[in-house]
């Protein structure tokens, strides 16, 4: 792992800007690079937060991004718990990714069937990767330390073979989910959780100062190469003692 990185902001509103200029410079790192930028988002407040922001950067280009999802909800793209249905209402529609740069799952299929589908997209889409190695994944994390939907003391937090694993039998509604696995989270070059309110101060605390094999899910990413982000509130980082960055504004990570 290339070092984990816990940035801490007064509010949620500072912290908006400074993602979206991550998001930006990795992108422009990717792009010279490899010719294009892969990333994962997940759902919860980081749709807001996106939604807001970057449509607000200055000459954002998305035309050579390609879209994922670290997960998603198995329900119709009209239904209002549709993680893509939300991007696309908020985001999508706002910046100039192309319609076939953003994977979605197809919605009308079994769980199974879903899981199986969008990993065929995931291995079209990344044609030279055992497991696809993302530019930039974007996390949340629950109250219970999940992330993706990788929820404590589940099975699949053990999968070390599949891309996309379907989950059947989440503990936060809706119950049927697919989500990537471990292998891919901690093959991306960059993750970034965004964390943020005090309902998330107990948790952080054992997630980021706990002992290793910890039994929260968000604790077991640890990209093998990857840069480890950790944006956080004053709130959500109040009960931690570890250092932590404080950046000054118009500062970018
Ligand atoms: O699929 C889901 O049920 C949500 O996407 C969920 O996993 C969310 O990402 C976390 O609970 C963090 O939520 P916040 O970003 O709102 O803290």
Known sequence: MAGRRVVVFPSAAELGPVLASLVASRAE??????????LGLSGGSLVNILSKELPALPELDCSKWVVGFCDERLVSFDDPESTYGLYKSQLFSKVNIPDNAVLTIDSSLSVQDCAEDYTR???????????????LLLLGMGPDGHTCSLFPDHPLLEENKKIVAPISDSPKPPPQRVTM?????????????????????????EVLEGREGSVYPAARVAPTKGELFWLLDDPAAASLSIHVERPGSGETL
Request: glycine residues 6%; positive net charge; proline residues 6%.
């Open 29 to 38: 790192k990717a792009i010279s690079s490899r010719g294009r930028f892969t």
């Open 121 to 135: 997209k995931l291995k079209k889409a990344f044609p030279d990767d055992e497991f696809p190695v993302f530019d």
């Open 181 to 205: 696995t471990f292998p891919v989270v901690n093959a991306a070059r960059c993750v970034s959780f965004v964390s943020t309110g005090g309902s998330k101060a107990q948790v952080l605390k």
